[in-house]
């Protein structure tokens, strides 16, 4: 029974909105970190259709909530939909977290290239500054994290896609950086690289990728932005490699969503065990 002495308020609320996104681990994630750091928060899931996300944001924010999580379609209208945005927002031309400040001001970012870096850096202990990358994929996924992998300062990039247009499009556009270059899969095979970065959505789909052998250098180590996978073509290719290394996208999953918690309530929280137990099972 709520006491009339009870001083808390309800707790703040904030959703994660995709479509699909009835399977989306983010409410588990942020009820797991929110409980480590003793906030009072609720996380919800909501499936949003088609042509209605400023209507689903905006009954949202009516009904009192603090901020969003945004997943695929919306992560371009997330960013349409912000009035100001973080840089890195900006690099990656999509939004994944809303902030409604109290301000009223609708402020826009995007974690998840800095997540993928403090997983591979942090968690793994791989370096990316001052080696060798090789980045598959020209898609969504790959713009909105190669801000941050170039804030790492490595020491060359290639964007390698299956529609080579695209890989040199995205390298001019982070260009005037001449340690990037964008080709088609079928240019790779002269040189060699200390961290191979798969953003295709080729894995999913469980279909490998035309990676010609002897690219990956020795102790070279592989990261698949996906995880879950029951079998991943690509991490399967690393192995067959030597890679020093496999990784998979889980521990980014955790490190965009202990950003974003960050962001919203100022306190940062310990992203290990939260990884541990979605290993776990
Ligand atoms: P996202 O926002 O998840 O990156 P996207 O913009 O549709 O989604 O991009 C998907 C990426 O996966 C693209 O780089 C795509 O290659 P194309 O640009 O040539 O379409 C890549 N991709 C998807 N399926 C693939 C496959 N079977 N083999 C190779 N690349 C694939």
Redesign the pocket.
Known sequence: MDSLFDFDGPPDRYAVMGNPVSHSKSPQIHQALARQTGQRIVYEAIQVDPGGFSQAVGNFRAAGGKGLNVT?PFKQEAWTYAEERSERAEQAGAVNTLLFLDSGLVRGDNTDGVGMVRDIVLNHGCAISGRRLLIL??????RGVLGPVLAERPARVVIA???AE?AEILARAFGGNLVMEGCGFDALGDETFDLVIN????SL?G?S?PLPDGILAVHGACYDMMYGLEVNPFLQWGEAQGASRLMDGLGMLVEQAAESFWLWRGVRPDTAPVIASLRGG
Request: without cysteine.
């Open positions: 695929v994929g020209a898609g969504g996924a790959v896609n299956r529609t695209k953003g295709t959505a080729a789909h279909e990728l």
